[in-house]
């Protein structure tokens, strides 16, 4: 059945080392996007990726980077740069004919770094 | 700069009773608007979504009014069930574009039995 998966569910890391998060969706979305969640804040956008081979910054891309090789996935690389990355992070797609705009997500990826 | 906005980081309703969820935003320029609800440690779920040529749309419990000259939006939950309990997000959007969202802080709602 179609959905958008996210692994691990939960990953943790040494500082200074980089992570790389997976996102893949088997509804031939167009759209992908990462968002990161901390405690008391809303969702707030990394990177997004309407088309295969082309992404654009969100609002906190400072030390995150992507690829979209594929249109099924939109995995994030979380680098040492990165100051605070212990956060929750989600993943989601839409297609972009909707007329809706309704975003799907995966289940999140909870990372700690040590 | 917070562009949408949930001032009630938390809200507690007895079950059967309304639940009403404010979101306040500030660029006019955002058309489509939509509420996600979200239990812990897992992904957003749509609930509902209002075009700004409306000011209400409704699904079942749940209705969502805009009135776009005070920036405001409200969900509300009516009756209110023990299963509502979660975090509510509102999301402001564009219809081109970008079609980025930009989301409110969150409300957990907890609806006592």
């Known amino acids: 059945d179609g959905g958008i998966t996210q692994s691990p569910k939960y990953l943790f890391r040494k500082e200074g080392q980089n992570v790389t998060l997976s996102c893949e969706q088997n509804l031939n979305h167009d759209a992908m996007y990462w968002y990161r969640q901390d405690p008391g804040q809303g969702l707030r956008l990394i990177y997004y990726s309407q088309i295969v081979n082309d992404f654009q910054k969100g609002d906190i891309a400072e030390g995150y980077s992507v690829s979209r090789e594929k249109k099924e996935s939109f995995p994030l690389t979380v680098t040492s740069a990165q100051k605070n990355p212990t956060a929750f992070y989600l993943c989601?797609?839409?297609?972009?004919?909707?007329?809706?705009?309704?975003?799907?997500f995966g289940p999140g990826t909870r990372l700690t770094v040590l | 700069d917070q562009q949408v906005k949930q001032n009630s980081p938390s809200l507690s309703v007895q079950e059967g009773r309304i639940s009403i969820l404010n979101c306040d935003y500030t660029n006019s320029m955002f058309d489509y608007f939509l509420w996600y609800k979200k239990y812990p440690a897992e992904g957003p779920t749509f609930l509902i979504s209002?075009?700004?040529?409306?000011d209400k749309n409704e699904d079942g419990r749940f209705t969502v009014f805009l009135n776009k000259s005070a920036k405001h939006l409200s969900l509300h939950i009516v009756p209110s069930q023990p299963g509502d309990s979660a975090v509510y997000f509102c999301a402001a959007s564009f219809l081109s574009g970008t079609y980025k969202y930009i989301f409110g802080t969150g409300t957990r709602l907890k609806v006592l039995a």
């Open positions: 209002i075009s700004s040529i409306k």
């Open positions: 989601a797609s839409r297609r972009l004919a909707d007329s809706n705009n309704e975003q799907f």
